[in-house]
């Protein structure tokens, strides 16, 4: 079936590479929420789109983190001028609706920075 | 500012051992409180939402209790392939915004 994809599913990087990463969600899902996950830890919220409006951007770590979802359907995740602290799996998970419903989680990009 | 704490940390049952996991949270109205499922290197598959306290929801092995402070995951006689990371998230009333805890690792042996 289709679920939600992320690409690449592995990227390592040199210290101060930028890098992109991409995410797929279910057709027509309005929602989608970007997490960063550490070794042994739950998701940490980064950013949530409601179709093509960025409505939180909270939990990026810094202003060298940036995303887009400009057709309200295909997303990006930006790092610029990658540290080693930013090495983590990043999830991104898809909602039908808006608001409080259960999420479709794609199956990370694990991000290595040397 | 909303918290959720899971427990234990890790869990190791023999096969058939039933027993439970607790997630606790302090939030500010609660809209629903959520199980996942997650196995490595993969990402959180949903297994069940709560929105109310006295609610329960199950699904083959796994039981899902919720009270106004705490919510129970509860495994009947587990099976080697439920093993697996368990994580309990809450949405508050007032954003989109859920807040996950660290999960529990269980492992259950044949």
């Known amino acids: 079936g289709a679920g939600v994809s992320q690409s690449p599913r592995y990227k390592v990087a040199k210290r101060g590479q930028d890098v992109a990463l991409r995410c797929d969600p279910i057709?027509?899902?309005?929602?989608l929420f970007w997490y960063q996950q550490a070794l042994g830890q739950g998701p940490e919220f980064l950013t949530y789109f409601q179709n093509e409006a960025q409505l939180d951007k909270s939990g990026l770590p810094s202003d060298r983190f940036f995303a887009e979802r400009p057709e309200g359907s295909v997303s990006t995740l930006k790092i610029q001028r990658t540290q080693q602290e930013d090495s983590a799996v990043y999830l991104c998970a898809s909602s039908l609706e808006a608001g409080g419903h259960e999420q479709f989680f794609g199956p990370g990009t694990r991000l290595t920075v040397l | 500012e909303d918290q959720v704490t899971q427990s234990p940390e890790a869990l190791r049952l023999q096969e058939g051992e039933s027993s439970s996991l607790n997630c606790s949270y302090t939030?500010?109205?609660?809209?629903?409180l959520f199980w996942y499922r997650q196995d490595p290197g993969k990402g959180p598959e949903f297994l069940f939402t709560?929105?109310?306290a006295g609610e329960e929801k199950e699904k083959e092995r796994l039981k899902a209790t919720l009270t106004k402070k705490e919510s129970f995951l509860h495994i009947t006689a587990p099976k080697p392939e439920d093993s697996a990371t368990y994580l309990c998230a809450v949405h508050p009333g007032r954003s989109y915004i859920p807040t996950f805890g660290r999960g529990t690792s269980l492992i259950v042996h044949p």
């Open positions: 939030v500010s109205g609660l809209r629903g």
């Open positions: 057709s027509g899902h309005v929602s």
């Open positions: 709560l929105y109310s």
